[in-house]
């Protein structure tokens, strides 16, 4: 029975397991283990693992594919970690937010018989924790896959399939565009939504702002209420680009700014030009009629099919840091 392990077992690890769980694959066992106990106890509840183990190493050495789904600082010293112990031909992959650091670590401490397909699932929620997990959240949702430079079609493959398996859509994109790509759609509003939230209440009129505060304040600044961990992880392994887009959006606002300075900028049909151009942009976005393409990391690289991918997965598999890490993640004696 092919086995899937996901360390961490908070809100993307969990409901990935429910996704499996609810998918078309079967005689599937998916193993769970964080290095938090509350966090495995309600992984526990969910019932999207066949089994939660709180020991790292037992969790992973006989998996055919490795999620990493924790805080993506943690993952430099779990590649550290789970190296030497995972199978021959095991595939990791994870679902961070950040690309080109990822890779390098997993080049870093992967040896050559292990296959890393790094991932990023475009979803999510301000919610966390396993009780908010929900296999749903995929569906439909756009999911970076970006192999590293050794992987093996069969690898490449067995993610592919895993990604449609929970009703997912595979997009292969390069480390370095995925990074700025997401800086701007994804890390950026988060930006944007904590700095509303910040200038607005510093203020000293903030009890009376409050007040008047309503869907158009919630819908914007519901970001900032995200998972406080997972946000200064991709601030600090994605920087540049970060920095790149708030320069962008600071220059835009500076641009606006002049605007509503400039009384004859104000009559001359200048604002009305700039907000109609956002809502149409919206308007075809939300429409789904903005232009893509999806892209190829290496265009070499011949993409194997789903197909493929099915067979090869179901019928046969081919410090003081790393002492803190492995003494906290859990205890032998603890029952599970």
């Known amino acids: 029975m092919p086995t899937i392990s996901i360390i961490g077992t908070g809100l993307m690890g969990t409901s990935l397991a429910l996704a499996l769980k609810q998918s078309a694959l079967r005689d ?3 193993i769970g283990t964080d290095l938090e106990q509350s966090a495995r106890s309600g992984a526990q509840k969910s019932g999207a693992f066949d089994r939660i183990e709180n020991r790292l190493v037992p969790a992973v050495e006989q998996a055919e594919i490795v999620v990493l789904a924790t805080p993506l600082m943690a993952m430099e010293a779990l590649f550290e970690v789970i190296g030497p112990v995972v199978s021959d031909g095991c595939v990791v992959t994870d679902v961070g937010s950040s690309k080109a650091i990822v890779l390098q670590w997993a080049e870093q401490y992967l040896p050559d018989r292990v296959n890393f397909v790094a991932g990023h699932p475009m979803a999510g929620s301000e919610a966390s924790g396993p009780s908010n997990a929900d296999g749903r ?16 079609e069969r690898a490449v493959s067995e993610i592919t399939t895993l990604v449609e398996a929970i009703g997912a859509k595979p997009l292969f994109i390069g480390a370095e565009e995925h990074d700025s790509f997401v800086a701007a759609a994804s890390h950026l509003p988060f930006i944007l939504s904590v700095a509303l939230v910040g200038c607005t209440s510093k203020s000293p009129n903030w009890q009376e702002i409050s007040s008047l505060a309503a869907s158009g304040y919630r819908d914007i600044s519901r970001l900032a209420s995200g998972d406080v961990t997972m946000h200064r992880d991709i601030c600090h392994s994605n920087s540049e680009p970060i920095v790149g887009w708030i320069d962008a959006a600071i220059k835009e606002l500076q641009e606006y700014r002049t605007i509503l300075s400039d009384p004859g900028s104000l009559d001359s049909g200048t604002l009305e030009n700039v907000f109609e151009h956002a809502k149409t942009a919206r308007g075809q976005w939300m429409a789904g009629s903005v232009q893509q393409e999806n892209r190829i990391l290496s265009p070499q690289t011949e993409m194997p099919t789903f197909g493929d991918g099915m067979a090869q997965m179901f019928f046969g598999r ?6 803190k890490l492995m003494s906290g993640w859990g205890d032998s004696k603890e029952k599970k």
Do not use: D, E, H, W
């Open 28 to 30: 599937l066992s998916i």
């Open 318 to 323: 081919q410090g003081t840091r790393l002492r």
């Open 137 to 152: 959240m995929f569906s439909n949702k756009v999911y970076c896959v970006i192999p590293s430079r050794n992987a093996s």
